[in-house]
């Protein structure tokens, strides 16, 4: 490794430059625009579905997918690969029962569809807590796949990795602050563009070097990962025990689920004008990831036949550095000018991967500050009832938001690299599945009995945000993920109680249970008038902004 460092680190930083300028020169052309809630949250919702599906596709394929992925593929064969299965399969969930309906109800937040027919100030700052949970612990990925890259294109040390994630985390603070939601779509779409094209290629390297023999390339997969024939077998990772069975099932309600109730998706709905606009981006979206995920498959064994597994390990024991490592053996090896170009070309597109998902996330989240926490503490007692219709607050209003929405992009920030700090020596996917638990445990419980059930109240809407949202932090705070074992936060303590991972399997039944009971045990009936409103509303578009 010590021999390509300097080969290709010219080149990565020359790339990394040039995609950080372009970006920028985005972000400086998107900001010339007036700074209203509707330009600012929703790009002036005027993109086209295909740009919109682009700009989803970018916000969903994230490091977790382009690193993560075939980095547990290359290390663990067939489990690994159920990471995409989970992943893709979640698109039909979010193409039937959310995104058109989502954009038809709602203005730029989850909370503005569960407001629609509920009582204004308790949900919303219910659903703005919720939201900025998972953005941070999205975020707190991504950073850490930043990180790996640093540390492996660039030789760096502890220090370099640091810096590297102070800068991606100053970086995602400029493009929300001062591009928004339009500047931040066009870096997507500049990204997934990016990103398709370098997996494409990648793709087709390693099938023509396989003469287009996928039994071939299994085979040499299972040669050089070391574990024989279990390689491609289920039960390498999660098949070991009763215990890690069950992390799978958990993996796999997380994954599914979890796509639905994940902010920095839900408000891509709100950039197009109309729910068919909506819908059409998912269509494009799913053409997209579909796409990137099968490939990601073909990169995984890939990197385990011409890199091995014990190799990609030594690189990176999470195996975030697999595809980079792959490029390298592509190009021609260690010490090759081919390697060393090729290797830089793949890790400066994961690092503009890494740039655009930030981006997109600190976006969602900082709108969740502003536009639910924010606007609803500063709206005057005499309105906290009013329904989401009341949540153009004016002019004034809106402006309040905008700048609130830019400084707590700072804050927001700050946390998720203090946190990333912790965290470099986890795989980013699981981190990933984190989020995606928490985001199926609080927020999708509440969307789904807000769009689709006619007795739910507000106090069901409260119980079932917080009652998967804490248990689920508390879950994996005393998981193995936080002590107990040498890959932990925490590797030098053991408080774990809680023998799973991943906490989806108790955290998201109990959010849709504490929905249910918080609506059965209130006194306050349900506003049938409204829910039918919302109901009509969901289905037609009627009255939808």
Same mark, same amino acid.
Not at 323 to 350: M, Y
């Given at each position: 490794m ?6 290709h ?6 790339l990394?430059t040039v ?9 400086a052309?998107?900001?010339r625009?007036?700074s209203s809630s509707e ?7 005027l993109?086209?579905p295909?740009? &919109?599906g682009?700009?989803i ?5 994230s490091a977790a997918s382009?690193l993560?992925?075939s980095?547990? +593929?290359a ?6 690969l ?6 893709f399969?979640a698109w039909?969930?979010v193409?039937?029962?959310v995104?058109e $309906?989502?954009? &038809?109800?709602? /203005?730029y937040?989850?909370a503005?569809?569960l407001?629609? /027919?509920l009582?204004?100030?308790p ?10 949970t ?7 990925a991504?950073m850490v796949g930043a990180?790996?890259?640093? =540390?492996?294109?660039l030789g760096?040390t502890?220090?370099a990795?640091?810096?590297t994630?102070?800068?991606? =985390?100053a970086l995602m603070v400029v493009?929300v602050?001062?591009?928004g939601?339009r500047a ?6 500049v ?8 997996t494409v290629?990648?793709?087709v390297m390693v099938?023509?070097k396989?003469?287009g ?8 997969a299972v040669t050089?990962?070391?574990?024989g024939d279990?390689?491609l077998a289920?039960g $390498? !990772?999660y098949g070991?025990?009763?215990t890690?069975?069950?992390?799978? +099932? ?5 994954l599914?689920?979890g796509?639905a109730g994940?902010p ?11 729910a068919?606009?909506a819908?059409?981006?998912?269509v494009?979206?799913?053409?997209l990831i579909g ?6 498959i073909? $990169?995984g064994f890939?990197? *385990?036949a011409?890199v091995?597994s014990?190799t990609v390990r030594a690189?990176?024991?999470a ?7 792959l490029a390298? *053996?592509? =190009?021609?090896?260690s ?7 090729l290797f830089?070309?793949?890790?400066s597109?994961?690092?503009?991967t890494?740039l655009?998902v930030?981006a997109?996330?600190t976006l969602? #989240? #900082?709108?969740?500050?502003a536009h639910? $926490?924010y %606007?609803?503490?500063r709206?005057a007692p ?9 949540g153009n ?8 938001e905008?700048?609130?929405? /830019?400084?707590s992009?700072?804050?927001?920030? %700050?946390?998720? +690299?203090a946190?990333?700090?912790?965290a470099q020596d986890? &795989?980013?996917?699981?981190l990933?599945?984190l989020?995606f638990?928490v *985001?199926?445990?609080a927020?999708?419980?509440s969307l789904?009995?807000?769009l689709f ?5 507000? !106090?069901?809407?409260v119980?079932?945000?917080y009652g998967?949202?804490?248990p689920?932090l508390?879950l994996?705070?005393?998981s193995?993920?936080?002590?107990? /074992?040498a890959?932990?936060l925490?590797?030098?303590v053991d408080?774990?109680?809680f023998?799973?991972? &991943?906490?989806g399997l108790?955290s998201?039944?109990l959010?849709?249970f504490?929905?249910?009971l ?10 049938? %008038? %409204?829910?039918a409103?919302t109901?009509?509303?969901?289905l037609?578009g009627a009255?939808a902004?």
């Amino acid at each position: 490794m010590a021999d390509t460092t300097g080969d290709h680190q010219g080149l990565a930083i020359v790339l990394f430059t040039v995609f950080v300028s372009v970006t920028l020169a985005i972000t400086a052309w998107a900001g010339r625009r007036r700074s209203s809630s509707e330009e600012f949250f929703a790009g002036g919702r005027l993109f086209t579905p295909a740009e &919109n599906g682009f700009a989803i596709a970018g916000d969903y394929m994230s490091a977790a997918s382009f690193l993560g992925i075939s980095g547990l +593929i290359a290390l663990f064969g067939y489990d690994g690969l159920l990471y995409s299965v989970g992943f893709f399969v979640a698109w039909l969930i979010v193409l039937m029962l959310v995104a058109e $309906l989502v954009r &038809n109800v709602g /203005r730029y937040t989850l909370a503005d569809v569960l407001s629609a /027919r509920l009582r204004h100030r308790p949900v919303r700052i219910a659903a703005g807590t919720a939201s900025v949970t998972v953005s941070i612990l999205y975020l707190v990925a991504q950073m850490v796949g930043a990180g790996s890259l640093v =540390g492996l294109l660039l030789g760096g040390t502890g220090a370099a990795r640091t810096w590297t994630v102070i800068g991606v =985390g100053a970086l995602m603070v400029v493009y929300v602050s001062f591009g928004g939601m339009r500047a931040t779509t066009w870096i997507q779409i500049v990204k997934t563009v990016l990103l398709m094209g370098g997996t494409v290629a990648l793709t087709v390297m390693v099938l023509v070097k396989y003469h287009g023999n996928v039994d071939g390339l299994l085979r040499s997969a299972v040669t050089g990962s070391g574990q024989g024939d279990a390689f491609l077998a289920p039960g $390498l !990772k999660y098949g070991i025990s009763g215990t890690s069975r069950l992390d799978f +099932i958990s993996l796999g309600l997380a994954l599914v689920l979890g796509t639905a109730g994940l902010p920095h998706i839900l408000s891509r709905f709100y950039t197009v004008p109309t729910a068919r606009s909506a819908r059409r981006s998912v269509v494009w979206a799913i053409g997209l990831i579909g796409a990137f995920y099968l490939m990601t498959i073909v $990169l995984g064994f890939g990197a *385990a036949a011409m890199v091995g597994s014990d190799t990609v390990r030594a690189s990176n024991e999470a195996g975030n550095t697999a595809v980079p490592l792959l490029a390298e *053996a592509l =190009g021609g090896g260690s010490g090759t000018t081919g390697g060393a170009v090729l290797f830089a070309v793949v890790g400066s597109v994961a690092f503009a991967t890494i740039l655009a998902v930030v981006a997109g996330i600190t976006l969602a #989240s #900082s709108a969740s500050v502003a536009h639910d $926490l924010y %606007a609803t503490v500063r709206r005057a007692p005499r309105h906290a009832a009013a329904r989401s219709d009341a949540g153009n607050p004016g002019g004034r209003m809106e402006e309040d938001e905008v700048r609130v929405a /830019r400084f707590s992009a700072v804050g927001i920030g %700050a946390v998720a +690299i203090a946190l990333s700090l912790l965290a470099q020596d986890q &795989n980013i996917a699981f981190l990933v599945g984190l989020a995606f638990a928490v *985001a199926a445990s609080a927020n999708l419980p509440s969307l789904l009995y807000s769009l689709f059930w006619r007795r739910f109240t507000t !106090k069901g809407a409260v119980w079932s945000i917080y009652g998967g949202l804490l248990p689920a932090l508390t879950l994996v705070v005393l998981s193995p993920v936080t002590s107990g /074992r040498a890959d932990s936060l925490f590797p030098g303590v053991d408080f774990h109680l809680f023998p799973l991972e &991943n906490p989806g399997l108790v955290s998201i039944p109990l959010g849709f249970f504490a929905g249910w009971l918080g609506t059965v045990l209130t006194r306050e009936p349900a506003d049938e %008038a %409204a829910f039918a409103e919302t109901e009509v509303r969901s289905l037609t578009g009627a009255g939808a902004v």
